[in-house]
């Protein structure tokens, strides 16, 4: 398969699993999608996985600074909880995760295309405009031009675009591919690596499926790292049509590891509530 954007994912999903920030809003997700939760429950279900207090702190912060977390500091002590806007990240990262086991065979072989130009005043908002493409499930099978099977997605580049300024310098197309230059499965060649994706559901699940978390610290652990690179997977599995790609492991390792995420949801649930009990809630 092509190279595609393979780079810029493997970029995209070390900044993801290493970002504490993207691990609060995991937290809350799983944990906490509609509670108010102590500043000490949250650091500890970070250190869990790793982050460091002061991280975690700060990732707080930035949350607020972003809009996506508010705090209350009229309790005792200071409790978080996700903003409108924060539980629509939220619950987008949620559905798309829960979508990846989904295959859908049927396309009616139509492209939604986008003609990208970034003008070099605004060069630094490429890789925020790679990255949402990416989320949006677009490849680049040549510089400047975005492609994905699925023309219901315009809604989501259009916010793209339209957030970054660059909406004077696009143009989208919906059509099907023409008998010059690329076919379709040349196409998909060029714009992702499926091989890859497919490597990489393998792995987690050789890890993920072997574990079995002895208690509840364990479980949590296991769960958040788990949503980590579930949440990574997005930006890197276009899911496209099995009709436009032919057969796939990926969609039943996302089911495999949906289903061990269950399993761990209960252990880890009770000991988060621990948590927050020990802290005096």
Same mark, same amino acid.
Not at 120 to 130: E, K
Not at 194 to 219: N, T
């Given at each position: ?22 691990? %609060? ?23 869990? %996985? ?94 400047? %031009? ?33 008998? %010059? ?15 890859? $994706? ?37 930006? $890197? ?45």
């Amino acid at each position: 398969m092509g190279s595609g954007n393979l780079g810029g994912v493997r970029r995209r999903r070390r900044m993801s699993l290493h970002s504490a920030g993207s691990a %609060v809003l995991i937290v809350f997700g799983e944990l906490a999608p509609a509670a108010a939760v102590s500043t000490a429950t949250l650091v500890d279900a970070l250190t869990t %996985v790793g982050h460091e207090p002061h991280a975690a702190r700060q990732a707080l912060v930035r949350g607020r600074r972003a809009g996506w977390l508010e705090v209350d500091h009229g309790a005792r002590t200071a409790r978080w909880s996700l903003s409108d806007e924060g539980r629509r990240v939220v619950d987008d990262g949620i559905r798309r995760v829960e979508a990846l086991a989904t295959e859908s065979t049927e396309w009616d072989r139509r492209w939604l295309v986008l003609l990208v130009s970034v003008p070099q005043p605004l060069r630094s908002v490429r890789p925020r405009l790679y990255r949402a493409l990416c989320w949006a499930g677009f490849g680049s099978p040549a510089p400047g %031009v975005w492609v994905s099977p699925r023309p219901d997605h315009e809604a989501a580049a259009g916010r793209a675009v339209d957030r970054l300024g660059l909406g004077a310098t696009t143009m989208s197309f919906v059509g099907s591919a023409a008998g %010059v230059g690329l076919s379709d499965e040349e196409i998909v060649e060029r714009a992702w690596s499926l091989d890859e $994706v497919d490597r990489r559901y393998g792995a987690l699940v050789a890890d993920f499926a072997a574990r079995s978390p002895a208690d509840g610290p364990a479980a949590l652990r296991d769960l958040l790292a788990l949503d980590q690179e579930l949440q990574a997977l997005p930006a $890197v599995d276009p899911q496209l049509p099995a009709s436009l790609t032919g057969p796939r492991s990926a969609r039943e390792s996302a089911a495999e590891l949906l289903a061990v995420r269950q399993a761990w949801r209960s252990p880890a649930l009770a000991y988060w509530r621990a948590l927050d009990h020990a802290d005096g809630t």
